[in-house]
């Protein structure tokens, strides 16, 4: 089981090459959706100068749909990595089982971690239509007020120091003994296993890919930053102290934008 159990943590190379190939992928989609979705600027009057410039214009129908595929994306491209050791378990298990259509099982779970992580992309695309039609976000995207960044890395700092966070890290980690004791026999089982498998990295990373929201998802820097976060926590020895360090950097940057 030990062994399994490493082989599982360490994932087929072809499994993890395609899985960064998807994330290259999602990340040109998000880039290009991103460019996209920028409505046209609406020119400033002559008369009765305004400090915070024009209003926004509403978004359309079309460009809240590439909003949406934009930030589906996103989270795709930056979650992918914690999603891969666990397709590799899952297709491992069926195999060992014998299960009819045992081909189709690992797709049916990662179609479940799609699902998930697409209906947390539509709630994070309403903030967004929210923020903008209220004027809070610039030409990036991104909140106006510094304020709002920093209470997003406050709360994503102090959170990497909670238990639950270290556990539901521990199992993004290793879900091979999990997924072995929770496993169903029906065919469906997989995809809600993958949706649940999905829930649990939400649950260990929710706020901290809130960060592109506050920062910008056209910002390269977060971006690149939260995502070089999400594998080091998973690839680590030490992933709790670097979770902890990673905390400690979050909340000295929140405070540092919130008492400038």
Known sequence: MNASVLEERAGPPVAMALAWLALLTCACWAWL???????EPVPAR????????????????GQLLLVFAMWTALYVALLLPAAVGA???VDRIARRRSLLGSGLTPWLFALGCLLAWTGFAAIVTLLHWTLHDAGML???L???HPAATGLVLVAAGAWQWTSSKHACLQYCRAPFPALLAGWGRGRLDALW????HARTVLGCYWLIVLLPLAGGPGNPAMVAAVGFLLLAELRLRDSTLAACLAGLGMVAWGTRLLFP
């Open 33 to 39: 959706a991103f460019q996209g979705a920028q409505p």
């Open 46 to 61: 002559l008369s009765g100068p305004s400090l915070h410039g024009p209003p926004p214009a509403p978004l359309r129908s």
């Open 87 to 89: 397709v590799a378990a």
């Open 138 to 140: 610039d030409a990036t």
């Open 142 to 144: 991104a909140v106006r």
């Open 193 to 196: 296993q993958g949706a649940e």
